[in-house]
C-alpha cells in the first residue's frame, strides 16, 4: 500500500493573527478530506502539521496515521505569537518525514518572511529542498504566501512557480487559496496512488490560474 506524507508547516508569528480563525478553519477542511482519503483504505496516509515562530518555538500539533487524531480541537490549537523563524521551521519539519515513503506533499504557509532562524541559513534550505526534490521518491514542496517578496523568496529557495499560490490578506481571499490548496493536495493523492498519471507535481497550481485571474 502506498505511504503518503503530508507535512504542513504554518507561520504562527503574531503578524498571523488576523488569520487565524481563516487558518483554522482551513484545518479544518483538510483535516476532512485527508479522513476522507483515509477511509478510502488506497493509502497509508500520515499527516504532520507544525506551527513556529520565534527561534526556539516549534510545536507538533499531529504526527499521526490515524484519522481519529484529525479532529477540530487540534485545528483550534493553532495560535499565532512571536517572530518568523521560518527557516528554522522548514529545516525542522523535513526532519519530522519518516524513511520508506512513496509521495511526500509538503506544504509552506507564511505572511512574511524569514527573520530570525538561527539553527538554518537561505544556502541551507536551498540545498535541503533542491536534495528532497531531486531523491526518491522526489518530494512535491508547494508554498502558500501573501506577498509578493515571498513568493520570490520560495521560488529563490526552489520551490517551483508553479506550486506557489499568492495568498490575499482578506478573509474571502484567504479561503479562496485554501480551496486551491485542497484542489492541489487532491492531485497529489490522486497521483501518489494512481488513480491518475501523467500530473506535473512541480506545477499542480496550474489548473487554479484560470480561476485566480
Known amino acids: 500500500m502506498t505511504k503518503i506524507t503530508n ?3 504554518i507561520d504562527a508569528s503574531g503578524s498571523m493573527l488576523s488569520k487565524a480563525d481563516e487558518i483554522r478553519g482551513g484545518l479544518k477542511m483538510i483535516f476532512k478530506e485527508i479522513k476522507d482519503d483515509i477511509a478510502l483504505g488506497e493509502a497509508k496516509i500520515r499527516t504532520i502539521v507544525t506551527q513556529f515562530s520565534s527561534p526556539g518555538y516549534f ?9 481519529e487524531k484529525l479532529t477540530d480541537k487540534l ?5 499565532p505569537q512571536g517572530m518568523t523563524a521560518l527557516f528554522d521551521a522548514i529545516g525542522q519539519g523535513f526532519q519530522l518525514v519518516p524513511e520508506g515513503q512513496d509521495s511526500v506533499l509538503v506544504t ?14 537561505k544556502a541551507a534550505i536551498t540545498k535541503l529542498i533542491s536534495d528532497k526534490k531531486a531523491g526518491k521518491p522526489a518530494w512535491t514542496i508547494t508554498f502558500m504566501g501573501t506577498t509578493e517578496q515571498a513568493m ?5 529557495w526552489g520551490v517551483s512557480k508553479g506550486n506557489s499560490l499568492r495568498v490575499s490578506n482578506d478573509s474571502k481571499g484567504f479561503n479562496k487559496s485554501m480551496r486551491n490548496y485542497s484542489k492541489m493536495r487532491s492531485q ?3 497521483a501518489s496512488t494512481g488513480r491518475i498519471y501523467g500530473t506535473d507535481m512541480d506545477n499542480l497550481a496550474k489548473d487554479n490560474e484560470a480561476e485566480d485571474e
Open 7 to 9: 507535512l504542513i508547516i
Open 75 to 79: 485545528a483550534d490549537a493553532y495560535t
Open 152 to 156: 520570490r523568496d520560495a521560488q529563490s
Open 108 to 121: 509552506i504557509m507564511t505572511d512574511g518572511q524569514e527573520n530570525s532562524s538561527q539553527e538554518y541559513d
Open 59 to 67: 510545536k507538533e500539533l499531529v504526527n499521526s496515521k490515524k484519522a
Open 188 to 190: 497529489h493523492y490522486n
